[in-house]
């Protein structure tokens, strides 16, 4: 496989991982048949996001304050994902990195 191929391929994974929780499984899926960097660092960036958002479903005046945070950090994972860059998610990113190490 040529180097731009991998390079559509691992921005495409990048990408659809942030489209809903399916998704995500489609690029966890996707990203089984072509291992890249850049695949498995957007799905373990956008699972945090997801989770966090999930817990946050649960506690109702926090709930106000985080989703527009957890949106707005959606936001700036996806314009990193668009662009091909390994951008971690301001303050969590790193924890995210290191808690889905496990996802390769």
Sequence with gaps: ???????TSSNTIAIISHIT????????VMHQND???????YIRQVLGLFLL??????????????VPVVLV????SLIGAVQSKEQLTPVLGPMFQDWFKGIS
């Design 53 to 66: 958002m999930f817990v946050s479903s649960f506690i109702p005046f926090l709930n106000l304050i985080l």
């Design 1 to 7: 496989m040529s180097e731009e191929t991998t390079s």
């Design 21 to 28: 929780l399916i998704g995500w499984i489609i690029a966890l």
């Design 73 to 76: 950090l959606w936001i700036l």
């Design 35 to 41: 291992r890249t960097s850049l695949g498995v660092f």
